[in-house]
């Protein structure tokens, strides 16, 4: 009897998981779309071929113009019918076909038709759908009944209005805009689904205006809103607004404070949670800031509904990586949620309380770890993974259990990234704690005999490279490197040859064996393999030729001193010629994001000018661009040139920003400008310039703009001469004068008589910073000892008091401009003490090290001892003058 039984349960199973869209065919679908066409319209069939029709679109069946058009005019027909059913399928396959522009106008009568009807749900689809196909011109002609739709009394038609506006804000702006008094009368809606969507739509047309966002803001924390859907969205807009006043360095009082604390006291828990979380994603909030929403959270950790406690649980979780002592107050209620049902709340409870909690509960917890590590998912084994690497950093006496820990569970089964994260875990600890070097290095050499990902075989092995030679017997390493020679692929095998070289030319007594193995690789059957090993040969004198010289070892072996993106470049640019490839000739600059770039697609910013992005090229293509103007041809080659800088408000209607280019005795600022003024021209557009505060420069030659048409972008330009070599600092004040005349918009000319304006513009000032470039050292410790210990000037100074370790560390980087090594700019979150490496290169093309040691005491004092080293003793006493006057 038990053998029916068991049968019917696995032709039950069978059932659950039939789908009814096995097997369909787009052929198929297409031939049974003809009932469309049928005289007597069978509604339930058709329905059902138009739900098969959107299955094929949804999995990515990709129709053509005939099919397409085919259906389109097939499902038109279906409007004869009155089944309310079939009417919102058709809504849906319009939508989803996306008819062109001559096709649409076929369609709109209908869904007019419909958006005029007395049936509420016809209304809210057609506007859904006309608002979806239709174009700008026609969207003018019903731009009248969208107005009336959002201040419907039916909800959901309102809604439909109001969502729709969202869509269009990205295509048709200008009309959106016209609607801001309806979506604001939405907004004193009773339902509470429109008065989130007219909240959400009301943003986002004034998203490019701080001010009116600000102001928007304040009108509605005063009470006015009912919905916790839009509760939670105000609270989102608040918490922008107060990083925007933070960003402009408005001090005092953090504003909306009262607002956000007044929100933990909602009704709604969905209002209560994102509140909470606000105020802990604060820029730089307090533990009295803290200590309400910290209250509310731990309320939750007991609450019985799951979802409340994991939302709780993963605030805390973020809130430990900065205040960690903000949240022991949690840990007891935590502790119960060790055992939770739930593992995703069990993963971030123990994470938690590795990073609150003390030295002797250590152990305890890494053994509840292990138990339920193999049920979690790879996102949550990651969060454990970080935790305990910030934990060793705090705890370095417990790096051999945890040490342990993740060597086991680096044999285990998981993804890419899991793998990757304990990798840079293991990476992390070695570097940090010295006495973990040797068994760190040996477990990642056990990990790269049987690991599927070959980025990671690769980057482990170059680390191997770099901290292998260093150890007490790096002969031990040798195999499990050559071991990857014979069983890898090509890409695997080419970065165990050149940590085979590493070793070879890193250790002597080494040499002779390497040479051996590398003369084996010379037969391999991947071309970049043999090149490789042959290259290293030589270098190694292995081949029977005279050791290579020392610049050779040093490209090969030594630090590459530009960034990978700027040598990928100047490949690029290079044309073959009986002129060698110069590596010098690379830009050693890091260039950052023109800020230009980062603002949003179709934000286009009106008045005299918007920001221009960098060239291409980055410092080429300033290079290229100044050395073509004859007035700054001859000062020489370009050492620098900046990040462009801001010297309007977003919101103003003049929006101009500068580059500073730095030559070693010259200065050019280079005033980027658009004209988005239509039926204006702009001519003798220029800077002037006054220096009265930066006593060491004397202005040297100005460039004007003659001309701006309409919607046309260039360049205004002043140059000031300064000391050579000296990195003089100074402050300037600008004022934008131009010319403005009249264009007819029907003939395109401009008038003969302009007017004169001019426009303040905000302070620019030159920083010691402007004076290096930040280049990345992949081995500082290689690149420190290579440099000359006389170089070297040593000095102590006293930061003052500080918010934070981070905060000081910040401070100093941003001072003189450096570049951080090896991830020493991020600092653990309850860290007391820190040491950042620096690395650039000064004007003059001098190379400098910098090594800066930051400790706090309980008072938040801190102090920092700075060793700098460069080629030049004078650039190392230099460094010290910036962060004395600093």
């Not at 804000?169 to 009368?185: A, D, T």
């Not at 086991?408 to 973990?436: C, M, Q």
Request: glycine content about 4%; overall charge negative; charged content about 25%.
């Amino acid at each position: 009897m038990a053998q029916p039984l068991v049968k019917k349960d696995d032709d039950h199973d069978d059932e659950l998981d039939y789908s009814p869209f096995m097997g369909i065919e787009k052929g198929a679908v297409l031939q049974e779309a003809r009932v469309f066409n049928d005289p007597q319209v069978d509604p339930r069939r058709c329905s059902q071929v138009i739900t098969k029709l959107l299955y094929l679109l949804n999995q990515g069946e990709s129709f053509t113009k005939v099919e397409a058009t085919e259906v389109f005019f097939s499902v038109t027909k279906l409007f004869q019918s009155k089944d309310t059913g079939l009417r919102r399928m058709v809504y849906l396959i319009i939508k989803e076909l996306s008819p062109s522009s001559d096709e649409v106008i076929i369609v709109t009568s209908s869904l007019m038709k419909d958006m005029n009807s007395k049936i509420d749900m016809y209304r809210a689809n057609a506007i859904r759908v006309l608002c979806r196909i239709i174009d700008g011109s026609l969207l003018t002609q019903i731009e009248r009944y969208l107005k009336q739709a959002i201040v419907d009394k039916n909800p959901v038609v309102s809604s439909a209005a109001l969502v729709s506006g969202l869509h269009l804000l990205k295509s048709n702006p200008e009309i959106v805009k016209r609607w801001s008094n309806e979506v604001q009368e939405g907004i004193q809606s009773r339902s509470s689904l429109v008065q989130f969507h007219a909240l959400a739509l009301l943003q986002q047309i004034r998203q490019n205006d701080r001010l009116a966002v600000s102001k928007l803001v304040v009108s509605l924390t005063r009470g006015s809103v009912r919905s916790p859907l839009a509760q939670c969205l105000l609270i989102r807009y608040t918490s922008q607004v107060i990083r925007d006043m933070s960003n402009h360095g408005q001090s005092g009082e953090r504003p909306f404070y009262e607002f956000l604390e007044s929100c933990l006291r909602h009704k709604a828990e969905m209002v209560i949670l994102e509140a909470a979380r606000a105020i802990t994603e604060l820029d730089g909030v307090t533990s009295r800031e803290l200590t309400p929403a910290i209250t509310v959270l731990q309320l939750f950790l007991s609450s019985p509904r799951p979802v409340l406690r994991f939302a709780a649980v993963r605030t805390l979780n973020k809130v430990a990586m900065t205040h960690p002592m903000a949240v022991t107050n949690c840990n007891i209620d935590m502790e119960s949620l060790i055992s939770d049902q739930n593992r995703s709340i069990a993963t971030l409870a123990i994470t938690t309380l590795l990073k609150t909690g003390n030295e002797s509960s250590v152990e305890r917890l890494m053994k509840q770890i292990t138990n339920f590590m193999s049920d979690i998912a790879d996102e949550f084994k990651i969060v454990v993974v970080e935790a305990i690497r910030s934990l060793c950093v705090k705890f370095p006496l417990k790096y051999r259990s945890l040490m342990t820990f993740l060597s086991n569970i680096l044999r285990e089964e998981g993804g890419f990234e899991y793998k990757r994260a304990i990798v840079d875990s293991i990476v992390t600890i070695i570097r940090d704690i010295p006495d973990a070097k040797e068994s760190g290095l040996l477990h990642l050499c056990e990990f790269i005999e049987d690991c599927e990902f070959t980025y990671l075989s690769a980057q482990i092995l170059h680390f191997l490279g770099i901290e292998g030679p260093n150890t007490s017997d790096p002969s031990k390493y040798i195999r499990y490197i050559y071991n990857r020679v014979h069983l890898e692929n090509a890409t695997v095998r080419a970065a165990a040859v050149c940590t085979l070289a590493k070793f070879g030319f890193m250790v002597e007594s080494l040499k002779p064996r390497i040479i051996v193995l590398l003369k084996r690789c010379i037969y391999d059957s991947d071309d970049e393999v043999r090149d490789r090993a042959t290259l290293f040969l030589s270098v190694l004198g292995g081949d029977g030729t005279v050791d290579a010289d020392k610049d050779s070892k040093d490209f090969l072996f030594g630090s590459l001193e530009v960034p990978l993106v700027n040598m990928e470049t100047s490949l690029k640019n290079y044309e073959p010629s009986e002129e060698a490839f110069d590596i010098n000739s690379v830009p050693k600059e890091v260039k950052s994001q023109p800020l230009a770039e980062k603002k949003a697609q179709g934000k286009k910013p009106t008045g005299l000018g918007a920001p221009q992005a960098a060239p291409a090229s980055g410092i080429d293509g300033y290079e290229k661009l100044l050395s073509s103007i004859p007035e700054f041809a001859a000062f020489g080659k370009l050492f620098k040139s900046s990040s462009p800088v801001e010297l309007t408000e977003a919101e103003t209607e003049y929006a101009v920003n500068v580059v500073k280019h730095i030559f070693d005795s010259h200065v050019v600022f280079q005033y980027n400008c658009t004209n988005t003024i239509p039926e204006q021209l702009l001519e003798r557009v220029n800077v002037i310039v006054d220096a009265s505060e930066a006593e060491e420069f004397s202005e040297a030659a100005s460039k004007a703009l003659n001309s701006l048409p309409y919607d046309s972008s260039g360049q205004a330009f002043v140059a000031f001469e300064k000391p050579a070599g000296v990195p003089a600092v100074g402050k300037f004040s600008n004022t934008l004068t131009f010319v403005v005349k009249e264009v007819d918009p029907n003939t395109g000319e401009a008038e003969d008589d302009g007017v004169e304006d001019e426009y303040q513009l905000e302070d620019l000032e030159v920083v010691s910073a402007d004076y290096m470039v930040k280049v990345v050292v992949s081995n500082f410790r290689n690149a420190w000892e290579s440099m000359d210990e006389e170089n070297e000037h040593v000095d102590e100074y006293g930061l003052g008091q500080r918010e934070s370790l981070g905060e000081a560390v910040k401070a100093v980087i941003d001072l003189l401009g450096m570049q951080p090594c090896e991830g020493t700019e991020t600092i653990p979150s309850n860290a007391r003490s820190h040491t950042c490496l620096l690395s650039g290169v000064y004007i003059g093309n001098v190379k400098v090290l910098v090594r800066a040691q930051f400790g706090m005491d309980s008072s938040k004092d801190i102090a920092m001892k700075l060793t700098a080293r460069a080629d030049d003793l004078s650039v190392a006493e230099a460094i010290h003058e910036i962060v004395g006057s600093g």
